[in-house]
């Protein structure tokens, strides 16, 4: 055998011993590692992704390194006050409540609590002890952080602070990552919703007290971005009083109702004798502790949902990221939470403007009562009806089958009408709870083993994040879209692809190996 071939023969046997045993690929691996856990920030850990990758260490040595995570040392307890700046230049103050007996081995549930009384507060400037107070419950670490004017929950800016909160927290406390909920109270409560419709990832319950979700139907908060379909990924514990002056139970009562026939998973506690307050906290501490321990979050969901529109953000729910919108040939019709059945309603069979009657609908107990075009409505039984006053709103408080009198002006002259009021029962449109701004685009997920079955609507193109714990990589990945095959073949694994997402995610158990590009317009 010739030197050289003997040369190379102890080259490749070097390089087969280098793949196949991590431990020898040098320090230089170890290194990078230090310094990608050492990142104090997603976007600092994704200009530390470069040098692993160049470092050429092996995909499943990679993976268990991530797996394992970072090795946690001790941390300030008690109240740690700390602060953010996000991309905007926004600086957001927040404060966290870390046990006394804080050990770094062991991982911790973490609560965001949102406060209310936003309209008060017109700066920045944290407020209070900074601490949880009276609404503590399970041993966790509590996050408050602080809202204001120009800063409300219900904000892009603020919900990318939540984000970057969650994330500088992982950094430095040992988080369980399936296990961080946001709840609120009041303007708080309403903010957990929002949250829940624009960063569902991280995240996974909402547990809203005394909130609303149609407070963000207001025209100064609906920016036609609100998607209530997003609702769906994630469980809701709601708490609301039947005495409270702002919403009461009355009000919130058939938005829940809704939710729940619409697929979102809802555990409602209203609270009868309740006000706009937590009085109750203490009955309802224990059904809430136990909601969050008994709905971890799935980190690889086997169905989501998700919906966006035409902003730069939120197009990301955990695999799926929505790329690129517009309307295809084959979009699936999608039942849409957005549309809320309206409550049926008696119908008097007379249209018109306020009491003046333009049209008599055949058949009708209007028209049986002999009620004419030209008329106007001027008192029924002994109640005189205001002018401005819609017909059917005149006959609310009137029983169907009651004996009626109505007077009616007809051309200048007093007309009295006797006859049984008999309305038809109605079913109203179905009534919009967001406004609709430019373009948006929705995306259904189902996977079954290899298989993604993806339902869309105004989508032009997609990304499907494939994770070694959900596909197996040594088989072809099939996607099916709207019934058409738009991809089959297999993935490799790739260092960057999962070193790129892990800077991004900082999270243990969500990781991603792989990625699948589809362009519906192909």
């Known amino acids: 055998m010739s030197r050289a071939v003997t040369l190379l023969c102890a080259i490749t046997a070097a390089l087969s011993a280098l793949r196949s045993n991590p431990a020898a690929q040098g320090p230089s691996i170890d ?3 230090d310094a990608f856990w050492a990142a104090a920030s997603r976007e600092e850990a994704a200009r530390l992704v470069e040098p692993i990758v160049k470092s050429h260490v092996a995909f499943d040595d990679a993976y268990r390194r991530l797996r394992s995570g970072r090795t946690y040392s001790a941390a300030p307890t008690g109240v740690v006050r700390l602060t953010n700046r996000s991309a905007d230049g926004v600086e957001h103050h927040y404060a966290l409540n870390v046990p006394d007996r804080y050990d770094p081995a062991r991982r911790y549930q973490v609560r965001f609590h949102l406060h209310g009384g936003i309209g008060g ?6 407020v209070g002890a900074g601490t ?5 419950g399970a041993e966790q670490i509590y996050v408050i952080p602080y809202a204001w004017v120009d800063s409300p929950w219900w904000s892009d800016d603020q919900a990318l602070n939540l984000v970057a909160i969650a994330d500088a927290v992982k950094r430095r406390y ?7 909920v946001v709840s609120g109270v009041s303007d708080g409560g309403t903010g957990a919703y929002y949250v829940a419709m624009r960063e569902t990832t991280p995240f996974a319950a909402f547990l809203p007290l005394n909130g609303y979700l149609l407070v963000l139907a207001a025209r100064d908060i609906d920016d036609g971005q609100i998607f209530a379909n997003n609702l769906r990924d994630k469980p809701i514990f709601a708490v609301n009083g039947g005495r409270d002056p702002l919403y009461p139970t009355r009000v919130v009562d058939p938005t829940i ?3 729940k026939k619409g697929g979102v998973s809802v555990d409602y506690r209203p609270q009868p004798n309740a006000g706009h307050n937590t009085a109750w906290w203490p009955d309802v501490k224990e059904a809430f502790e136990a909601f969050v321990r008994d709905h971890p979050r799935t980190p690889l969901p086997e169905t989501l949902t998700w919906e966006v529109g035409n902003s730069v953000e939120h197009h990301r729910a955990h695999w799926l990221v929505i790329d690129r919108l517009g309307a295809q040939k084959g979009d699936a019709a999608l039942p849409d939470l957005n549309d809320m059945a309206s409550e049926p309603t008696a119908d008097f069979g007379a ?5 003046h009657v333009n049209r008599v609908m055949p058949g009708s107990t209007a028209d049986r009562l002999g009620v004419k075009a030209g008329d106007v409505i001027v008192r029924l039984n002994d109640q005189t009806v205001p002018s401005a006053m819609d017909i059917d709103d005149a006959f609310e408080e009137t029983p169907p089958g009651s004996a ?3 007077l009616v002006a007809r051309n200048n002259l007093p007309v009295e009408l006797r006859g049984v009021y008999q309305p038809q029962i109605v079913q109203g449109p179905p009534k919009r709870l967001f406004a609709r701004g430019g373009t948006t685009g929705r995306v259904d997920l189902t996977r079954a083993g290899n298989t993604v079955i993806a339902a869309t609507r105004g989508v032009a193109a997609f990304t499907l994040l494939l994770s070694p714990d959900q596909f197996d990589f040594a088989k072809a990945i099939k996607v099916v879209a709207n019934g058409r095959t738009v991809f089959n073949a297999k993935v490799e694994k790739s260092v960057a692809t999962l070193m790129k997402y892990a800077a991004v995610d900082n999270d243990r158990t969500m990781l991603f190996g792989g990625e699948v590009r589809i362009d519906l317009t192909r």
Do not use: Q, S, W, Y
């Open 257 to 259: 109702e809704h939710m």
């Open 121 to 126: 507060r017109a700066t920045n400037a944290p």
């Open 404 to 406: 009626i009198t109505l």
């Open 132 to 136: 949880i107070g009276a609404l503590a």
């Open 174 to 180: 040992n988080v369980d990552e399936n296990r961080i």
């Open 351 to 355: 249209r018109g403007n306020g009491t």
């Open 31 to 33: 290194a990078a590692f």
